[in-house]
């Protein structure tokens, strides 16, 4: 019965959208023969394309700048909800498991009236309690509180009441203590109800719990699909933008700012004093990811405690039209208003030493910021190198011509970046779905070293001539396919482990069409030392990296071969030359461009040399993989000839990467000043950076002495 009345729902659904639908074409036509009445029909026809183009510009802008819509912040709002409801649920239900074992304790003969001592879970009970009455008692001295916020104040105050009335026989002493203060006494004596009278408010305490406890169900329990929506719109019980404010303050011990914009805009703003205050502390002015809002940053980022603790100032703010800014985000507004916030920081809070991060969307905020006014350090924190960048390679041509059509945005942020004069870093994933490598800042800033004029779209020769990038692109795709192959097989039949080799390639599997199946394929397969050396081969291979994006990346990247293939050799080449080779995971923390030309050497002798000892396995299938190999290890040759001629200071040889603690200086040439450092991390786009990637972005920050 319910699946049917739920088919009904649907089917009424469906059908209220298809007439509201149908109702929204017929006005639009009667709308359109009335204009063309008065206007003619080319004028109408006009005007009409006029306010499709508006329309279209409103929801790009919307796309662009989701966290300017209100149903934006309201799925956030309903998320932390109903995890901070269920959460309260559970410490309600503590303090109701309590009262419950001291009535029912209560009862019993005086002589055998057991003892109860204080439990840690209703101890955390009561923080979480006696703190929300005091966040939203704060609400509802500044009129700021919400209906559904008030219901749960009054709830937990009757509560809080009743617990502070209901008074315990501490054990071995004559003296009382209210329920309420021996909660938070986790480790304290054991107590038991001293009386009738207690037994009463003790009751009514546990009225106030199960009262409370339907009012969170609301919040978090399940619901219909038409409840379902209405918590999703109208829930404020917990989670909301203003509670999650007053809580950020208190809990960093925070003061509120107001700056205002250019354009008279008044800006939200928030200063995070460090965790040990001092005069000369320095200060991070972060700006958010796309969609971000600084009062939920101690839930959904990891800098807040990461600056504080390391004895930096952070200021916080709200993009023009999120959270309590009013107006309309644009990148040049965004800009202007970083601009104005800096400025604000340097002439009225006195800062001397100012740094300043931009996450996504905010590194083209802060590297505007670092371009214009002088700051001492910069971090592009896995940003783009421009909007248009971000439309062509993560959406297409078609959301690329349609971005180009619709906005005249300027989110140049490469060029930003190397025109910063001041101690630049920026970190890429290369696996990052959200802003792929191909439109990351690490790759623009390496086009527009190599040259102003350089493009994404149209990738030219670099290091290898057009012909030679093809040939080097068809040996690596082989290569690796032969090899996701193998171990593809090789998981069917065994348990063995091989997945930190093969990482990132099930995309090939899925694409790839090149197959090298034959009568004695079963018998190859378990020959164990044919798949012990293509996996040799492999893990050689992906040693390679340029700025941490390893060889045997490439054809992921791509996808495919062609136009878009030779694209993809054609940037990691560019950025070979350009940032030189990473492996922070390993510890590698010495010059990348030294480290870019022992890696290509140790690559080029590995592969060899397995080729060699190899060569006497008759196997068809290593036969080929061997050519391909060889073939790769030819065209390596020609890219260590080249990075050997542009830094003729590394002495040729064979040499270990440096594993020193600190960070050895590149030479200071016009190419370094301009892209300045860079920190390649696996996290993905929005994860926290790893234990060693945080201990590299430290040696940068102890190097411009924000951090001790």
């Known amino acids: 019965m319910a699946k049917w009345s739920r088919r009904r729902l649907a089917v009424c659904v469906l059908g209220l959208c298809f007439l509201t ?77 309590v009262l419950e074992v001291l009535i029912e304790g209560n009862r019993e003969e005086a002589n055998s009236r057991p003892f109860l001592h204080p439990q840690r879970t209703a101890s955390h009970a009561k923080k979480a309690i006696a703190g929300l009455i005091r966040t939203y008692g704060e609400l509802r001295e500044s009129r700021e509180i919400t209906k559904d916020q008030t219901i749960l104040l009054v709830g937990l105050e009757a509560l809080q009441s009743c617990l502070q009335n209901t008074h315990l026989q501490v054990a071995s002493s004559d003296s009382l203590a209210s329920l309420w203060d021996w909660l938070e006494r986790s480790d304290g004596p054991q107590a038991y109800l001293a009386g009738y009278q207690n037994t009463q408010e003790a009751g009514n305490a546990l009225e106030a719990c199960k009262g409370l406890e339907t009012r969170l169900y609301r919040s978090c329990g399940r619901r219909s699909p038409l409840g379902k929506l209405n918590r999703w719109l109208q829930d404020t019980t917990l989670g909301h933008i203003s509670q999650m404010r007053i809580e950020l303050i208190a809990s960093y011990r925070a003061e509120q700012m107001w700056v205002e914009a250019a354009d008279h805009v008044r800006l939200d703003c928030i200063w995070m004093p460090a965790v040990i205050r001092s005069t000369e502390a320095p200060t991070m002015l972060f700006c958010n990811p796309n969609g971000g809002f600084y009062e939920f940053a101690n839930y959904q980022s990891e800098w807040l405690d990461f600056y504080t603790r390391a004895g930096v100032n952070v200021v916080l703010w709200n993009y023009r039209g999120y959270g309590r800014t009013k107006g309309r985000p644009t990148p040049t507004k965004l800009k202007q208003d970083g601009l104005a916030i800096a400025e604000y920081l340097k002439k009225v809070k006195g800062v001397e030493r100012l740094g300043v991060h931009g996450e996504s969307m905010g590194g083209m905020v802060a590297a505007h910021i670092a371009r214009h006014i002088a700051v001492d350090f910069l971090f592009a924190d896995r940003t783009f190198c421009s909007l248009d960048a971000v439309a062509r390679f993560g959406f297409g041509a078609v959301a690329y011509r349609l971005f180009r059509l619709l906005s005249c945005w300027n989110s140049d942020t490469a060029n930003d970046y190397m025109h910063a004069p001041c101690y630049k870093l920026v970190s890429s994933d290369p696996s990052d779905t959200m802003i792929t490598d191909f439109a990351s800042l690490k790759t623009g800033i390496a086009l527009r070293l190599l040259s102003p004029s350089a493009s994404l779209l149209s990738p030219s020769s670099h290091i290898l001539t057009l012909t030679d990038s093809l040939a080097f692109f068809d040996s690596l795709s082989r290569f690796t396919k032969i090899v996701y192959y193998f171990n593809k097989r090789d998981g069917e039949r065994s348990p063995r482990s091989i997945g930190t080799v093969i990482q990132g390639l099930s995309q ?50 791509a996808g495919k071969a062609g136009k878009e293939g030779l694209q993809a050799l054609h940037i990691w080449l560019v950025v070979l030359d350009k940032w030189g080779s990473y492996s922070v995971s390993q510890g590698e923390l010495g010059d990348p461009k030294q480290l870019s030309i022992q890696k290509c050497r140790s690559t080029i002798l590995g592969l060899t040399s397995i080729c060699e ?50 960070l050895s200086i590149p030479k200071a040439t016009d190419d370094f000043i301009k892209a300045g450092y860079l920190l390649p991390v696996a996290c993905g786009h929005s994860g926290p950076l790893s234990a060693q990637e945080r201990a590299v972005l430290e040696l940068h920050l102890s190097r411009v002495q924000f951090r001790k």
């Open 21 to 97: 639908l149908v109702t929204l074409c017929y006005l639009l036509y009667q709308a359109i023969a009335l204009l063309a009445h008065i206007l003619t029909l080319p004028g109408a026809l006009l005007l009409l394309c006029l306010l499709l183009l508006g329309v279209a510009r409103k929801a790009l802008e919307a796309l662009v700048f989701p966290g300017a819509l209100k149903l934006w912040r309201r799925s956030i709002e309903s998320r932390f909800c109903e995890e901070m409801a269920t959460q309260l649920l559970m410490r309600v239900k503590d303090v109701r498991n």
């Open 613 to 662: 000892e190899s060569q006497h396995l008759a196997n068809p299938f290593l036969q080929q993989l061997f050519s391909h190999t060889l073939q790769i290890t030819h065209f390596l040759s020609k890219v260590l000839a080249y990075l050997e001629a542009a830094n003729p200071e590394i002495p040729a040889g064979r040499c270990t990467p440096s594993t020193d603690a600190e």
């Open 508 to 557: 090939i599997s899925r694409q790839s069409n090149y197959h090298m199946l034959g009568p004695d394929t079963d018998a190859v397969l378990e020959d164990d030392v044919m798949l012990g050396t293509i996996y040799r081969l492999f893990g050689v291979a992906g040693e390679m990296d340029a700025g941490g994006k390893p060889l045997t990346g490439v054809c992921p990247a």
